[in-house]
T-cell receptor, first 115, second 110 residues
Framework: DADVTQTPRNRITKTGKRIMLECSQTKGHDRMYWYRQDPGLGLRLIYY???????NKGEISDGYSVSRQAQAKFSLSLESAIPNQTALYFC??????????????FGPGTRLTVL | QKEVEQDPGPLSVPEGAIVSLNCTYS??????FMWYRQYSRKGPELLMYTYSSGNKEDGRFTAQVDKSSKYISLFIRDSQPSDSATYLC??????????FGDGTTLTVKP
């Protein structure tokens, strides 16, 4: 089955460490997104990419960076992790064009804890 | 102020009840309205989408959009314990990114 996978699924790290979260997809979608989810705050967009050469900041990009290594891979980095980056992180993909409602397909999430 | 406001919940209902989940929005440019369902420890999945004002029905689920009031709803009839999840409304223009509500957690008790 075409899928969206995230690694790692869980990570505990310390303040100041550099962390990379990886996302891979076999759906053949051009659009990829990174969100964080906090209790009571819903899904907030960190970065998104419409193709390999297109990277855009979302509403909460400070403290994060991304890399689109290929159509199928989109990585999120925390250069120097801080405790308020503790959250559930989701990667999502969507098909470009056609469907205006932009259905997004989400990975299983990465639970990150920064001590 | 947030572009999308969702009734916070949590909501707890007995099996068989009718459930109403609601969102309001402020951006008139939103054209597409979606509901995602998220089970515990899973990513959200699209449940329904609508484009215009009016109702759209899919089995026990009905999505309703009132663009004049900037208000959308999801109704669940004959609710089942398997409907227990967090429901997120989402909206987008043609720009390829969606704005999500904060989610409402629903528990349906047997």
């Amino acid at each position: 089955d075409a899928d969206v996978t995230q690694t790692p699924r869980n990570r505990i790290t310390k303040t100041g460490k550099r962390i990379m979260l990886e996302c891979s997809q076999t759906k053949g979608h051009d659009r990829m997104y990174w969100y964080r989810q906090d209790p009571g705050l819903g899904l907030r967009l960190i970065y998104y990419s419409f193709d390999v050469k297109d990277i855009n900041k979302g509403e909460i990009s400070d403290g994060y960076s991304v890399s689109r290594q290929a159509q199928a891979k989109f990585s999120l980095s925390l250069e120097s992790a801080i405790p308020n980056q503790t959250a559930l992180y989701f990667c999502a993909t969507a098909l470009a064009g056609g469907r205006g409602y932009n259905e997004q397909f989400f990975g299983p999430g990465t639970r990150l804890t920064v001590l | 102020q947030k572009e999308v406001e969702q009734d916070p919940g949590p909501l707890s209902v007995p099996e068989g009840a009718i459930v109403s989940l609601n969102c309001t929005y402020s951006n008139s440019a939103f054209q597409y309205f979606m509901w995602y369902r998220q089970y515990s420890r899973k990513g959200p999945e699209l449940l329904m989408y609508t484009y215009s004002s009016g109702n759209k029905e899919d089995g026990r689920f009905t999505a309703q959009v009132d663009k004049s009031s900037k208000y959308i709803s999801l109704f669940i009839r004959d609710s089942q314990p398997s409907d227990s999840a967090t429901y997120l409304c989402a909206m987008n223009t043609n720009a390829g990114k969606s704005t999500f509500g904060d989610g409402t957690t629903l528990t349906v008790k047997p």
